[in-house]
């Protein structure tokens, strides 16, 4: 495996460095790989994981800040072929309402396939029974941000998530790029001292 080069040409990052200094999101998706919608969304995670940057076709190359960190955004996805389960559909709808301020179980949900059913959820475990019975009344796919904190159903705003991570990423190359170049000055300023010394040293001695 070759070195990760950042846009400063005289610091490379290694595979095993760039591993340690930059944080991995990592983003559990519950997948059908029988919905379109689902099977695109994860496609472009997949391809965002594992090529960099994933945007770079949608931006002019001069004005595409994320070229100049080569190299994959590091996703970590966890792929589930399951809906979300009782607890984890708990977890969602909060993440849901305290984003969108509105608590309904209806979110989660395709208006008009819900129309053609007899019940209707009212409560989380029901809503997991249903879906588990009927996968289609469900927004595929499900990918979740536990620690930002965000959610994505239907293939929406799952976009935001590898955004956020690339700048995620290029912050944390760029303060590792400032403490090695911190380090390497402090490196030659000692040197310069201890030449210093040793040609006060020589000039004592009378060997200068």
């Not at 990760?4 to 991995?24: D, E």
């Not at 997948?31 to 695109?40: A, E, G, I, K």
């Not at 929406?156 to 590898?162: A, L, P, Q, R, T």
Request: net charge positive; aromatic share 8%; charged share 35%.
């Amino acid at each position: 495996m070759g070195r990760y080069r950042t846009h400063h040409p005289h610091f490379l990052v290694s595979p095993k460095r760039f591993k340690r200094i930059i944080p991995l999101p990592e983003y559990p998706c519950s997948h059908n790989p029988d919905n379109p919608l689902s099977v695109s969304a994860l496609k472009a995670l997949e391809e965002a994981r594992d090529f960099f940057p994933p945007f770079g076709k949608l931006e002019k190359p001069e004005q595409n800040h994320f070229t100049k960190f080569h190299g994959p955004l590091k996703l970590d996805i966890t792929v589930k072929e399951r809906p979300p389960t009782s607890e984890e559909f708990s977890r969602i709808l909060r993440i849901l309402t305290d984003r969108l301020g509105a608590k309904t179980l209806h979110t989660f949900t395709h208006p008009s396939v819900l129309a053609t059913l007899r019940e209707h959820p009212t409560n989380i475990p029901m809503l997991a029974q249903l879906v588990s019975r009927t996968p289609e009344i469900l927004r595929w796919p499900v990918i979740i941000d536990w620690h930002g904190k965000k959610c994505s159903l239907g293939g929406e705003d799952y976009k935001v998530f590898m955004r956020t991570a690339a700048v995620k990423r290029k912050e944390a190359l760029l303060k590792d790029i400032e403490r090695r170049k911190k380090r390497e000055k402090a490196r030659e300023k000692a040197l310069a001292k201890a030449a210093k010394a040793e040609e006060e040293k020589m000039r004592e001695s009378g060997e200068y």
